[in-house]
């Protein structure tokens, strides 16, 4: 039995993610579901249409709460790769359901520029909607290093 909560968070991240530092970044987001309704009241369709993709925007089915979970992804996915809004365009990321229903991460221009750069080939994503609020969280991997080599940070001991 653990000993502490934070004992067993570190065992959950470690059954989860390894401690082989193959994990290249994790990020998450929450959304107020109202405040994105606002926002998109005031800026209309050019709005919606500057920060999600015809296919993401299909995909919510015109659902606030599933464009807010698109949105809080995008803003995870964009923590894990150390980048924010500025550095990136909410376009240059897309979440994509996939075939069996399950969130898929899309990386466009300076997002898939910045994850090559990293080394992070690989992405988990999982997203909520609940009573007014959206959440995601995204966790990258690397790429694995040539024999001898370590990952990009991870230059620790």
Not at 13 to 21: L, M, N, R
Not at 118 to 144: D, F, K, N, P
């Amino acid at each position: 039995m653990t000993s502490s909560p934070l004992a067993a968070i570190r065992s959950a991240w470690s059954a989860v993610a390894g401690d082989d530092g193959m994990t290249g970044g994790v990020g998450i987001d929450l959304v107020e579901t109202k405040t994105l309704e606002e926002l998109i009241a005031a800026g209309g369709q050019a709005f919606v249409d500057s920060a999600w993709s015809t296919t993401e925007q299909h995909d919510a089915e015109g659902s606030i709460e599933r464009l807010a979970t698109r949105w809080a992804a995008k803003e995870a996915v964009m923590k894990a790769l150390r980048c924010g809004l500025g550095d990136l365009e909410p376009l240059d990321i897309e979440i994509h359901t996939g075939t069996d229903g399950a969130p898929d991460i899309v990386l466009h221009g300076n997002a898939r520029h910045a994850a090559s750069t990293r080394g992070l080939h690989s992405w988990h994503i999982s997203m909520c909607h609940e009573q007014g609020w959206a959440v995601a969280i995204a966790i990258a991997g690397r790429t694995l290093p040539e024999p001898g080599q370590r990952p990009e940070g991870t230059d620790h001991d």
